[in-house]
């Protein structure tokens, strides 16, 4: 079946660079989207059709694709990015939608 | 404003029949760009995509919970309903509604409800 696959656990500290990545095969023919959900809340969308970001998302968070990978850059982090991130897709045909296992970003 | 909010129980036994509602504001089912998906999450595990309902009343389940799964809606009353069968601990779970936007993203939230199945 098809999965999506991302690294569990990421840690940076404050003001460098966090890169997560989300693998699949599908991902070159459907769009990934990441979505960020902090402890007892519900998840909010960052990162849309790979790339564009939702309005009230700050500029530091930014999407790219290459291939079967897509990864959310979030660029000078801060201590409130803290949260797990997971990304999400769809099958080829479009008709399942599915999420990455999460990944717990850590801010030293 | 768009809105989602779940209602259910909180406990339900080992083999019962769970029932959620999902009743939405700001945007109308018969939309045909939209959709209103389940998602769940057990505690401390990952979110997983359960099923969504589009405005022409088609449906799309996981593969892996399509024998226990019913989705269905209710326009006039812009409330979605899924059902899951034979309830087992492991479907302990903060489960979850949200809008769909067809062929995309998860776009609007509600805030999830907890369900908790122990005898």
């Not at chain 2, 959620?20 to 995509?49: D, H, Y």
Request: charged content about 15%.
């Amino acid at each position: 079946s098809y999965e999506l696959t991302q690294p569990p656990s990421v840690s940076v500290s404050p003001g460098q660079t966090a890169r997560i990545t989300c693998s699949g095969d599908a991902l070159p023919k459907q769009y990934a989207y990441w979505y960020q959900q902090k402890p007892g809340q519900a998840p909010v969308l960052v990162i849309y059709k790979d790339s564009e970001r939702p309005s009230g998302i700050p500029e530091r968070f930014s999407g790219s694709s290459s291939g079967t990978t897509v990864t959310l850059t979030i660029s000078g982090v801060q201590a409130e990015d803290e949260a797990d991130y997971y990304c999400q897709s769809a099958d080829s045909s479009g008709t399942y939608a599915l999420f990455g296992g999460g990944t717990k970003l850590t801010v030293l | 404003q768009v809105t989602l909010k779940e209602s259910g129980p909180v406990l339900v036994k080992p083999t019962e029949t769970l029932t959620l509602t999902c009743t939405v504001s700001g945007f109308s089912l018969s939309n045909a760009r939209m959709g209103v998906s389940w998602i769940r999450q057990p505690p401390g595990k990952a979110l997983e995509w359960l099923a969504h309902i589009f405005s022409n009343d088609e449906k799309s389940y996981s593969t892996s919970l399509k024998s226990r799964l019913t989705i269905s809606k209710d326009t006039s009353k812009s409330q979605v309903v899924l059902t899951m069968t034979n309830m087992d601990p492991v479907d302990t779970a903060t489960y979850y509604c949200a809008r769909y936007i067809v062929a995309t993203q998860f776009d609007y939230w509600g805030q999830g409800t907890l369900v908790t199945v122990s005898s």
